[in-house]
């Protein structure tokens, strides 16, 4: 089966630049998207389309996805920041999330 | 305000069954597939089920088919997850979430409900 590997934590100091990446075979053939879900609360979407950022969604938020790899960035990062943040892809119509990853902001 | 709603949780022992349900409002529901999404105590998300505009087309995980079944009812703007068999590794909050076609992403999920299978 099909699947997308993230790394469990991240950690970033605040004002700076933090970059989350997400890998799966041939992962850039199609979309990835990426959602956060701070503690006790439901995912919400921040990126699909690869880069694409849904309405109300800062503009800090950015992503990229190539080759095997997609990578959510944030720039200039907050404290409201801290999450949990997961990447998802199709695979032959079904759908698929990475492990998820902790952003830690210090 | 787009809003889903989902209902049905609760204590179950193995073996049996639960029917979850998400109701919608302020869009039209037969214009969108819709997912079920489950997230175990401490763990990620794991996509379930999901079910096209009319409900002709359902797709699900392979850990869940032939226990768990997808519906939906446009006319009553809801969809539906009967749960049968029940193990507790089912055990999870189970999200409702929208699944717009032109996005290939889930953009409006629900507060979830919590389900848990143990004796």
């Known amino acids: 089966s099909y699947e997308l590997t993230q790394p469990p934590s991240v950690s970033v100091s605040p004002g700076q630049t933090v970059s989350i990446t997400c890998s799966g075979d041939k992962l850039g053939d199609g979309y990835a998207s990426w959602y956060q879900q701070r503690p006790g609360q439901s995912p919400v979407l921040v990126i699909y389309?690869?880069?694409k950022r849904p309405s109300g969604i800062p503009e800090r938020f950015s992503g990229s996805n190539s080759g095997n790899t997609a990578t959510l960035t944030i720039s200039g990062t907050q404290a409201m920041d801290e999450a949990d943040y997961y990447c998802?892809?199709?695979?032959?119509?079904?759908?698929?999330f990475g492990g998820g990853t902790k952003l830690t902001v210090l | 305000e787009v809003q889903l709603v989902e209902t049905g949780g609760g204590l179950v022992q193995p073996g049996g069954s639960l029917r979850l349900s998400c109701a919608t409002s302020?869009?039209?529901?037969?214009?969108?597939?819709m997912s079920w999404v489950r997230q175990a105590p401490g763990k990620g998300l794991e996509w379930v089920a999901n079910i096209n505009q009319d409900g002709s087309d359902k797709l699900y995980v392979d850990s869940v088919k032939g226990r768990f079944a997808i519906s939906r009812d446009n006319a009553k703007n809801s969809v539906y997850l009967q749960m049968n068999s029940l193990r507790p590794e089912d055990t999870a909050v189970y999200y409702c979430?929208?699944?717009?076609?032109?996005?290939?992403?889930?953009?409006?999920w629900g507060q979830g409900t919590m389900v848990t299978v143990s004796s």
């Open positions: 979430a929208r699944d717009p076609d032109y996005l290939d992403a889930f953009d409006i």
């Open positions: 302020r869009f039209t529901l037969s214009n969108y597939w």
């Open positions: 389309q690869d880069g």
């Open positions: 998802q892809a199709w695979d032959s119509r079904t759908v698929v």
